[in-house]
């Protein structure tokens, strides 16, 4: 099974700037990575596929960039929206489709 | 509008079973591949089971392998989740998720609640 590690656990940012979100896996993902927003209450929202490809009506103030094991969620200039827990999930080796713990991004 | 709904939630003993359901619309449900992933009270995201579009082909996490059958009804447009012996641990918001093929998920129902207790 693939371990997902997010990191940090919490980030506190301040409003227009900028937030950058790690996800590191156990071994190699090639580009099979997603990356998803919840905001209390609700399902996730996929943000990000192929590691870098932002999803149908995702503003491009949200990218991503990595391959292998290393993987970044960069959120550009920060809005009030945006405040909600990111989770990272694999699925180049499956079953099981694995995520990350999640970090959650508070206004700081 | 692609959506997901829902159903089948609620409070269970230790042991015992609930039967999940998830009502698809807005796309062609038998094209695509299903899960089911949950979220504890205050924790993260665990992938449960997933079908294929056919329904022929199902996967389980090992956390409830044994204990869950996924299936699903292409002629009514919805996913089922049955679950059996049925423990604490168990206590989580189920929400059934799409997927292109065997991979992210690209549309998630609101989700259900299960909660088990004595």
């Known amino acids: 099974e693939i371990v997902m590690t997010q990191s940090p656990a919490t980030l506190s940012v301040s409003p227009g700037e900028r937030a950058t979100l790690s996800c590191r896996a156990s071994?190699?993902?090639?580009?099979?990575l997603a990356w998803y927003q919840q905001k209390p209450g609700q399902p996730p929202r996929l943000l990000i596929y192929?590691?870098?490809t932002r999803a149908t009506g995702i503003p491009a103030r949200f990218s991503g960039s990595g391959s292998g094991t290393e993987f970044t969620l960069t959120i550009s200039s920060l809005q009030s929206e945006d405040f909600a827990v990111y989770y990272c999930?694999?699925?180049?080796?499956?079953?099981?489709?694995?995520f990350g713990q999640g970090t959650k991004v508070e206004i700081k | 509008e692609v959506q997901l709904l829902e159903s089948g939630g609620g409070l269970v003993q230790p042991g015992g079973s609930l039967r999940l359901s998830c009502a698809a619309s807005?796309?062609?449900?038998?094209?695509?591949?299903m899960n089911w992933v949950r979220q504890a009270p205050g924790k993260g995201l665990e992938w449960v089971s997933a079908?294929?579009?056919?329904?022929?082909?199902?996967y389980y996490a090992d956390s409830v392998k044994g204990r869950f059958t996924l299936s699903r009804d292409n002629s009514k447009n919805t996913l089922y989740l049955q679950m059996n012996s049925l423990r604490a641990e168990d206590t989580a918001v189920y929400s059934c998720?799409?997927?292109?093929?065997?991979?992210?998920?690209?549309?998630w129902g609101k989700g259900t609640t299960v909660t088990v207790s004595s």
């Open positions: 998720a799409k997927s292109p093929y065997w991979d992210y998920m690209d549309v």
């Open positions: 807005g796309f062609t449900f038998s094209s695509y591949a």
């Open positions: 079908i294929s579009g056919s329904g022929g082909t199902t």
């Open positions: 071994q190699s993902v090639s580009s099979h």
């Open positions: 192929g590691a870098s």
């Open positions: 999930q694999q699925y180049n080796n499956w079953p099981p489709w694995t």
